[in-house]
């Protein structure tokens, strides 16, 4: 999902029944970055491979543990108090949570701002040709280290792991779950390092649109939902619901995503060419992470852009797993759904 970008895990080539296309690369939407490389031992901390998932964090007179998203349990003497965010992704999740770190990354590409965080006494460590600057995070003088966990259990500042890890130990967060899994987690973390949680309406208030959602998904349970995006002036790329966040919480609340058929877990999306793309079996289309809306005469007459049913969410970032930016995005699609009508698209792809 690179050490400051967030870099989803390569696509596989599994048809859309008969739509075709290239498959779309995670560094064509997002720059630069570092290739996954096999995860090494953390040598900076205790790991404890028996530890299930984030539910484990706490301090006192045994110290501070946590148990992170590999299922690996990082140990300390004492609660740690310089934090370092070494990614985009869980670092917006972090600093919305109420998190303030001594050194962090902004790869430039919207993630970070969306949360609208306090940069006064922070070192930027990203670098776009470097990924972390090791050497400021050195310099930062963190006790603990935060960064992504890719799907296949790697954490995303892999080939620099070695590095990182003299520095301090890490903990590692994923973002290939659902929002309230991701923003749970980040909720959990920011308690057990003794920080006050920056908005606590916030989790309330994304729970209600979830609520408004799932009441206008439950009103018309037909209705297909595609979520697509712009590879490149000949393809589209279609979400596969088993690998955004997005798509894991909206198809909880019951909503009928267009599916990857064959995508696996780790499938960031799939590839359609654009004489394809008008016989999409989708009723509603979301466009997402990507600008502009297309300028293309297959796309308008595609049967849910004809109709109107159409909607480009006005967020800064589908990155920032926060509870307040996809608060945003539930009222959004609630809105939307509620407005459109089953049937619009074709029943079957030809």
């Known amino acids: 999902m690179p050490s400051a970008t967030h870099i989803r895990p390569r696509d596989t080539r599994s048809p859309l029944s008969a739509l075709h296309g290239a498959r779309p690369s995670r560094r064509g939407l997002l720059a630069g970055g570092l290739g996954a490389a096999a995860l090494l031992g953390l040598t900076a901390c205790g790991a404890d491979d028996s530890g299930g998932p984030s539910t484990a964090g706490g301090s006192g007179a045994a110290g501070w543990s946590f148990t992170d998203d590999r299922g690996r349990t990082v140990r300390l003497s004492r609660r740690p108090k310089r934090i370092a965010f070494l990614t985009d ?88 779950r659902s929002i309230e899994q991701i923003a749970g987690t980040a909720d959990r973390l920011t308690g057990s390092l003794g920080a006050r949680l920056a908005d606590t309406g916030a989790k309330t208030r994304y729970e209600e649109a979830g609520s408004r959602l799932r009441k206008a998904v439950a009103a018309d349970k037909e209705l297909r939902v595609g979520f697509v995006f712009g590879i490149d002036k000949n393809t ?58 297309p300028d293309n005469p297959l796309w308008k007459r595609t049967p849910a852009v004809r109709a109107g049913q159409l909607w480009k969410p006005d967020l800064s970032s589908w990155y920032a797993y926060s509870w307040e930016n996809f608060t945003v995005l539930l009222d959004g699609l609630a809105t939307h759904v509620q407005s459109a009508h089953a049937g619009v698209g074709p029943r079957t792809t030809s």
């Open 236 to 293: 589209i790329g279609v979400m596969n619901p088993k690998t955004w966040a997005v798509l894991k919480t909206v198809s909880a609340l019951g909503m009928r995503l267009l599916p990857v058929p064959g995508g696996a877990d780790n499938t960031y999306s799939q590839a359609v060419s654009w004489e394809n793309v008008p016989s999409l079996p989708v009723d509603l289309l979301v466009w997402a992470v990507s600008d502009p809306l």
């Open 89 to 176: 992704t869980v670092g917006a999740a972090l600093w919305a949570a109420g998190l303030h770190p001594v050194a962090a990354t902004d790869s430039g590409q919207g993630i970070v701002p969306a949360v609208k965080p306090d940069w006064s006494g922070v070192a930027k460590i990203y670098s776009a040709d470097k990924g972390v600057r090791i050497e400021a995070l050195a310099q930062a003088r963190p006790d603990l280290l935060i960064d992504a966990v890719q799907p296949d259990g790697t954490l995303q500042v892999a080939s620099q792991l070695p590095a990182v890890t003299k520095i301090a130990p890490v903990v590692g967060l994923s973002t290939y």
